[in-house]
């Protein structure tokens, strides 16, 4: 049900995560360290998606506490107990996701509020997006499918296309855009788009250090949470009510904010942004998060094709 | 089938290979012949042991109560493979998690499933789940956290995945039922 180009980037992606054998810690600053992958910076194609090395934040008010989360959740929960789990797995090929708590247990569920907002760019790319005129996100719905066969209540999930469209800094004729990468949230229900229609911007605000106004989606209600637990397939799709959101990004293999400790990466520190240029700090999760606020989920977009977390600083080794 | 074997020895009149006919034939009709499939009320007395073994904490005893899955190492949403390990290599695993159950290896699973149980209060609730297939259940605990309960899934008197922390017991059970024990008013 994938498009031909969502599954050519994740096996591209999944190709660049198998050859990561090895994680080096490269940058290091006063308050932070940061991971990167060991597979190279940059390619040509992740480039060619992204030649401006733009950044979004990926958030929505879908309420309810952070479940789990952290690079390939899955695998990556609270135990409960510090138990060691050898292993995470995303669940659609994407590079980072957490699951969210849904915090109506009631028809028809919470309400899945998406926001895609430009974080700003990286330095290095091929493009330098000027910040006089405007910017505009644009959000496609690719996939709408089921994980289960015969599908199951809980079990359904949309994926979302997000694009820029930007002007460039020396070439004030033509309109550039950059597709950053694919946001999936799952185990909802009565979604409000279908394939290939598109969510338009529905607010504005100044572009950060520049003089210009960039569009954006702002709370846009892409369905509802499922509910209910969903416990009639084995593997089991959704013990509670939850959604799950799962980020693939053009670039950064997983830019995200999270705690990354000896039990895996499955908490989130209140760390600032080293990424987008000019934009300040960023609030996103720490334990015990809930969506209620607009948090950040996390980022798409960026200047790398490799893992990109913030680190717990107390792990020297991870 | 043993028991129909059984009772064949007894009744030497008849050759072993006829009466098994006849049971096989039979075994949808009323005859002298034992049903040996665990009946509803075998499931749900299996399923009433689970529960005092989690109550306990006993994860011990639930370890040889537990149903694993053979899967193949290396796929996506899968388990990843080891050192040595080919991709696509059969390893067995155990589902567990938060409100999405993942593999933990087998070797794993003492030590995974002895701190999912350390906090375990009581039995809020079982209702029944048929579409687990037969005898299936899905038991919700209380924990010493209120905000966060754990979730047996039991298939034919044996535990299939454990979930902890997708939300309150009372969540857990949302839209569910009928219940094999009733959650508290």
């Known amino acids: 049900m994938k498009s031909s180009r969502t599954r050519r980037i994740m096996v591209i992606v999944l190709g660049t995560a198998a050859a990561l054998t090895a994680i080096g810690l490269v940058v290091a600053n006063s308050t932070h360290t940061f991971i990167n992958g060991t597979g190279g910076s940059h390619s040509s194609f992740s480039h060619g998606l992204n030649p401006a090395h733009m950044w979004v934040t990926v958030s929505g008010d879908h309420s309810g506490g952070v479940a789990s989360g952290g690079i390939y959740h899955d695998g990556c929960t609270d135990l409960s107990g510090g138990a060691t789990i050898d292993h995470c797995g995303p669940t659609v090929g994407g590079d980072y996701a957490i699951d969210i708590k849904g915090a109506s247990s009631s028809w028809p569920g919470t309400p899945l509020l998406v926001t895609i907002d430009w974080a700003g760019f990286a330095s290095g790319g091929t493009e330098i997006p000027s910040q006089v005129g405007s910017m505009d996100i644009y959000v496609q719905v690719v996939t709408q499918a089921n994980y289960r066969n015969p599908p199951r209540p809980a079990c359904y999930y949309t994926t979302l296309k997000i694009t820029m469209a930007y002007w460039v800094i020396g070439d004030p004729n033509r309109i550039h855009s950059a597709t950053l990468g694919y946001v999936t949230f799952a185990h909802g229900h009565q979604w409000t788009r279908t394939p290939g229609q598109y969510i338009y911007a529905n607010a504005s605000r100044p572009i950060n250090g520049g003089s210009g106004t960039v569009y954006y989606v702002s709370n846009f209600q892409l369905g509802n949470v499922y509910p209910y637990p969903d416990t009639g397939s084995s593997p089991v799709c959704s013990f509670g009510a939850h959604s799950h959101v799962e980020l693939l990004t053009s670039h950064s293999w997983g830019a995200m904010y999270e705690w990354r400790s000896d039990e895996g990466p499955d908490w989130f520190q209140d760390y600032d942004v080293h990424g987008p240029t000019g934009l300040g700090n960023f609030a996103a999760f720490s334990p015990g998060s809930t969506m209620s606020t607009s948090r950040i989920i996390g980022f798409l977009g960026g200047n790398t094709t490799s893992r990109a977390v913030w680190d717990n600083p107390h792990y020297s080794g991870y | ?185």
């Open chain 2, 1 to 185: 089938m043993f028991r129909c074997l059984r009772t064949a020895a007894k009744r030497r009149f008849l050759s072993a290979a006829s009466l098994l006919a006849s049971c096989l034939i039979a075994s949808t009709f009323v005859t002298g012949c034992s049903d040996v499939s665990p009946s509803a009320d075998d499931f749900e007395e299996q399923t009433r042991q689970l529960v005092r073994l989690i109550e306990e904490r006993d994860s011990e005893g639930l370890i040889r109560k537990i149903s694993y899955a053979t899967i193949l190492c290396g796929s996506v949403a899968a388990v990843p493979c080891r050192g040595g390990e080919a991709p696509g290599t059969l390893v067995e695993g155990f589902p567990m998690g938060g409100c999405e159950p993942f593999i933990v290896r087998r070797d794993a699973v003492p030590m995974a499933l002895a701190a999912m149980l350390a906090d375990v209060a009581r039995v809020f609730a079982v209702y029944y789940e048929p579409e687990l297939g037969p005898g299936g259940f899905v038991a919700v605990f209380q924990r010493e956290r209120p905000e966060s309960g754990l979730a047996v899934t039991i298939a034919e008197g044996r535990v299939s995945s454990v979930s902890s922390g997708c939300g309150a017991p009372r969540d857990l059970v949302a839209g569910a039922g009928p219940f094999l024990i009733a959650p508290p008013e």
